[in-house]
């Protein structure tokens, strides 16, 4: 990056309008040029940019570190493959110090990318969506290295907004970028876990399982046994809901008996979740609910036990137990209003769907309409789909058919949006 791209970075990042960091320096169209590149500002010039910026002047003659930026890309590597928050939280402070004292240094673009991407494994950093805006407006002046990383940060805020269409457009895009560029291996690796999951998300299980077993194979390789144990339990995912329960079940399994011999208490919840969810689609009904069971004894927090939660409601709604179902929706109402703010909406709305139906609540329309406009938004066109069917089963239950067919009708919609298709015809 040159001195101008340097100085228009650090305005954006410090919130300053090119009116007010020009103001009695030049005139804003001259910054502007300065910014583009268009011209080179004089020494005093640049002295009082430099200045009110709060960099100091000599900055551009510190001799840059090339070893402290190899030694940060190698914690970084580190950080990536054993996802260690406290790791993640230290080298983000160490980035950070860094560039404070090289703020124009030459690798200052990337290392604000690594911030980023650090900044995504810790929740509580705040902001993050700016700073990614501001990344954004430097794609021209990036590299394939650095756009790699760009796009990757940006399909994984879009994952973790549960906008999992427009997540896997972002690592489609890097895919693209990369074809003839060699990225390192654990780079790759970590690049088909998080594809592999956005793709598990948006119901495209056959490409996902083919990235998850690529980013199995070099986790495998470095030993990375608790990165291995996450990819079968996506692996194992994708296999049950593709309806290879079979597999679904042996892929556990595996899972499971590795987390037994590292001793490993992390991964519990989620193997015994899943195999549940295997059994209930078997129509094992008490198998399923004794792993349930055992999936909610392990886990602690409300965001890792609400989906528990939610499965055993609907395991025992499906069996017609409706006093089970009753107290189940209590607890996951109960619940939900500890969640963290990324799910609290998303199961609020869930458990509002079957509190209109166990409770045969007269604004049932209203409160599905609620969901569906949840759902919808967030390209969820799985559960948009399941509860407008359910809606229009019971309109048309209660002979409201009018009403029926025309959810029945935006059902089959929300069917073609999820198969990517505009018309019937389409449909395989």
């Known amino acids: 990056m040159n001195l101008g791209q340097l100085i228009k970075l650090e305005r954006q990042r410090q919130n300053i309008k090119q ?3 020009a103001s009695g ?4 169209s001259y910054l502007s040029r300065i910014e583009n590149g268009l011209v080179i500002p004089s020494e005093e010039i640049r002295h009082h940019i430099l200045a009110r910026l709060n960099i100091p002047v000599d900055s551009s003659n510190i001799n840059h570190n090339q070893n402290m930026i190899v030694k940060f890309k190698l914690q970084f590597k580190q950080v990536l493959n054993s996802r260690d928050k406290k790791l993640a939280k230290q080298l983000l402070l160490d980035i950070q110090l860094y560039n404070e004292e090289h703020p124009l240094g030459e690798e200052r673009l990337t290392l604000l990318l690594w911030e980023a991407r650090l900044m995504l494994m810790l929740p509580e950093v705040l902001e993050i969506q700016r700073s990614i805006a501001i990344l954004g407006d430097f794609k021209k002046e990036m590299t394939i290295e650095q756009l790699f990383y760009l796009y990757t940060i940006q399909g ?7 906008l999992f269409s427009q ?3 972002f690592f489609k895009e890097v895919f693209q970028l990369i074809k003839g560029y060699r990225m390192d291996d654990w780079e790759m690796a970590e690049l088909y876990y998080i594809s592999g999951l956005s793709l598990l998300s948006e119901s495209r299980y056959i490409l996902a399982i083919d990235y998850v077993k690529e980013a199995i194979s070099y986790f495998n390789q470095e030993i990375l046994i608790e990165r291995s144990i996450e990819c079968l339990i996506i692996l194992g995912i994708a296999q049950k809901n593709s309806g290879a329960l079979k597999e679904a079940l042996a892929t556990f399994e595996r899972a499971r008996d590795i987390n037994l011999k590292i001793e490993s208490l992390e991964y519990n919840g989620m193997i015994e979740h899943n195999l549940g969810s295997c059994f209930s689609l078997q129509k094992d009904s008490p198998q399923a609910l004794q792993h349930f069971f055992y999936s909610l004894e392990t886990k602690h927090s409300p965001d890792d036990q609400v989906v528990t939660i939610l499965s055993i409601l609907k395991e025992y709604h499906k069996n017609g137990d409706l006093q089970n179902a009753l107290e189940w929706l209590q607890k996951g109402q109960e619940i939900s209003e500890h969640l963290s ?7 609020t709305n869930h458990f509002s769907v079957y509190g209109a ?3 045969e609540k007269k604004e049932l329309i209203t409160i599905f309409k609620k969901a569906l406009d949840y759902f919808g938004s967030k390209q969820d066109y799985k559960h948009c789909m399941i509860y407008c069917h359910v809606l229009a089963k019971r309109l048309a239950e ?8 025309i959810y029945y009708d935006l059902g089959f919609q929300f069917h073609l949006k999820r198969s990517k298709v505009s018309s019937w015809e389409e449909l395989s």
Request: hydrophobic fraction near 35%.
């Open 167 to 169: 997540a896997s457009q």
């Open 398 to 405: 209660t002979k409201q058919y009018k009403q029926a067919s």
């Open 25 to 28: 320096i030049c005139v804003p």
């Open 341 to 347: 703010i990324s799910k609290k909406d998303l199961y």
């Open 156 to 162: 994984i805020s879009a994952y973790q907004d549960n």
């Open 19 to 21: 009116e007010a960091l």
């Open 357 to 359: 139906i166990l409770l």
